[in-house]
């Protein structure tokens, strides 16, 4: 786990451009730093997080007898496999890294490796011979990789603050309305955008190729999840929970190799306990575990934790992730670049400041949610398909009541805040539905906030196409299998890996999820729905699977998600003073009729945002609104 940067192109004061880049990623590699200069014009830099090979022999940017250079962000866990096949045609090794493994698999196959790896990756590699630069991201986009190209000049890093340290690209960005859009609307940001027009991200599965002599460039997606979606399903019975329980433990074990202390975060919840109970039974060494607490009635879920622990004989460690202020914003958003409001970011830094002092690799239970349907959506979804019966006007009866009499709580994602959300669907189809559940600021909201100027540039963008998009992808699936690929495409890729990225690396910690494995991915997209959700119950096969091994009382625990506290960090006005030409000055969120913890925590990020990236371009982005590099 590292983080990378580089450029292909002219730079005035080119060596320290590249420096800068590469110091700006300190903190996802904290354990050396590597420069590597073509001399005609290709310039690569890397960060070192030590996990796998600590001698000089895992050192990056590294290069090939044949030539070929690589810096390389992430894992391959099946690296010695490769290796093996590897030696027994004549390759011979210098170290035991998994980029050496992954130089010499290049070398043999070329881009048809990617098919053979397993694990989480972003790198990229210039090929001599060919004069040719390939960037690659793993199947899912655990590891990030960001873009800017003008003319003949293509920059990429693992994170947008690294392309920002370039006078060139600083200068020819600005904040990009159609994210700030999906922002406002999800809370993040949809796809190849980022907060920064002309600076866009490389999907997941996809590798592109700059071809430097003819300055093409090309770009391909190498894995098709929707595939599995679409083909025949296979039978949820005692073979496919033997076979389930054949990949888990694989993807564990093969994330337990490091050559540095391995733990596990452990909420308690159904996901986590899974892992660390895998990991338990295959870790020959007694496992660290870690869980954030809450001072708040109904948001501390640290008991469950600690009774997991004891079960499964961990050393168990519980810490404060209390949110503790403004700062803890501004220190989530350093983290993340991003437009990102999702408030389990300020406890997930808390969790991985701490866990990063005793171990520098985590296994989390992330995915488990999006591939065996277990968030309450997916119940909603069953319920709005009978809601969607009743006459509209009942519906709208029922909507208003809902609105004028029912009051906020401001519990964690509480059932006044949800029987709303799921009364303002009325009148959507059942796909549009399931997007809504997880919308903010809706489009009636985002025209009364921001300003006229802004609304006509953004013209008539729909985030919910994007959905859209991804539903029609899967059409001839089963309606749960469809939401459960555009959630996967979505609120995984761009939300739930976004965090747990950024969180983990702004402390230098390597965070592996083993359910993400593309494996155990396909086969679940494979899996009849009866193995993932049979009436209300949800993530069947897990639990099923996991009994003999978790208490009982885990096993029937229903989702509650990582959420944190943070009504009191919020605001109810966008930074309309600051930044009028984007906001309207008399927008402001009313706390006593509705509950407006996430509206209001999403204006404070943005403000936070605004001030951090946007104050001295505030004047240069108001003459400047053309689209560049819309995704």
């Known amino acids: 786990m590292c983080g990378i940067a580089g450029f292909v192109g002219t730079l005035d004061d080119a060596g320290q451009c590249l420096k800068s880049m590469a110091d700006s990623l300190a903190h996802r590699g904290p354990d050396g730093q590597g420069l590597w200069t073509s001399g005609d014009g290709v310039h690569l830099a890397h960060r070192r997080l030590a996990i796998v090979d600590l001698t000089e022999t895992g050192t990056q940017p590294m290069q090939a007898p044949s030539g070929q250079v690589v810096v390389f962000n992430g894992e391959i866990y099946n690296h010695l496999q490769i290796r093996q096949r590897l030696e027994t045609e004549g390759v011979a090794f210098r170290g035991r890294s998994d980029t050496e493994t992954l130089l010499a698999a290049w070398n043999r196959w070329g881009v048809d490796c990617l098919d053979q790896l397993v694990g989480m990756f972003a790198f990229a590699l210039w090929e001599p011979s060919t004069r040719r630069l390939y960037l690659v991201r793993d199947r899912l986009g655990k590891k990030p990789l960001y873009l800017f190209h003008q003319g003949g000049f293509l920059a990429f890093a693992s994170e947008a603050k690294a392309l920002l340290t370039v006078p060139r690209i600083r200068t020819a960005v600005s904040m990009d309305p159609f994210a700030l859009t999906d922002f406002l609307t999800f809370g993040y ?140 914003i501004e220190r989530g958003l350093d983290a993340s670049d991003e437009f990102f409001a999702d408030t389990s970011l300020l406890p997930t830094w808390r969790l991985n400041q701490v866990a990063s002092s005793h171990i520098k690799v985590a296994l989390s239970g992330d995915g488990a949610d999006e591939i065996l349907a277990g968030y309450p959506t997916y119940a909603a979804n069953r319920v709005y398909a009978g809601y969607r019966l009743l006459p509209s006007w009942l519906q709208a ?235």
């Open 189 to 328: 940001v949809l796809g190849e955008k980022s907060a920064w027009r002309g600076i866009t991200r490389l999907p997941p599965a996809h590798w592109l190729c700059l071809d430097t002599t003819t300055g093409d460039i090309r770009q391909q997606c190498y894995w098709h999840l929707h595939h599995h979606v679409l083909a025949e399903r296979e039978p949820y019975d005692r073979r496919a929970q033997n076979r389930f329980v054949e990949l888990l433990d694989d993807a564990v074990r093969l994330r337990l190799e490091a050559d540095v202390p391995v733990g596990c975060f452990l909420s308690g919840g159904l996901d986590s306990s899974a892992i660390a109970a895998t990991a338990a039974r295959l870790s020959p060494r007694r496992l660290l575990s870690f869980c954030a607490g809450f001072a708040r009635q109904g948001f501390d879920e640290t008991a469950h934790a600690q009774k997991v622990a004891a079960h499964l004989g961990l050393d168990h460690h519980r810490l404060d992730g209390g949110a503790d202020g403004a700062d803890a």
């Open 397 to 631: 009866g029922l909507d208003s009541c809902a609105r004028r009499f029912l009051r906020p709580s401001y519990g964690k994602v509480s059932l006044d805040y949800k029987l709303r959300q799921f009364l303002s669907a009325r009148g959507q189809s059942a796909e549009r539905a399931h997007a809504w559940w997880r919308v903010v600021f809706d489009a009636a909201a985002r025209r009364a906030m921001l300003s006229d100027e802004l609304l006509e540039e953004i013209g008539d963008y729909d985030p919910m196409a994007t959905f859209d998009t991804h539903f029609d992808k899967v059409a001839g699936a089963g309606f749960l299998d469809r939401c459960l690929y555009v959630d996967v495409k979505t609120w995984l890729v761009d939300d739930i890996l976004v965090k747990a990225d950024r969180m983990s690396m702004a402390h230098g910690l390597e965070v592996r999820s083993p359910f993400l494995d593309h494996r155990l991915v396909e086969f679940c997209a494979r899996l009849h729905p009866s193995g993932k959700m049979a009436g209300w119950r949800r993530k069947v096969v897990l639990r099923d699977v996991m009994a003999p091994h978790l208490p009982a009382a885990i096993l029937a625990r229903r989702k509650e998600g990582f959420g944190a506290p943070v009504a009191e960090l919020g605001r109810n006005r966008p930074p309309a003073m600051d930044f009028p030409g984007h906001f309207r000055q008399n927008f402001v969120l009313d706390g006593s009729r509705e509950d407006i913890t996430y509206k209001s925590f999403s204006l404070a990020v943005l403000s936070q945002w605004m001030r951090r990236w946007a104050v001295a371009d505030v004047a240069r982005m108001n003459g400047q609104r053309r689209h560049e590099c819309r995704s």
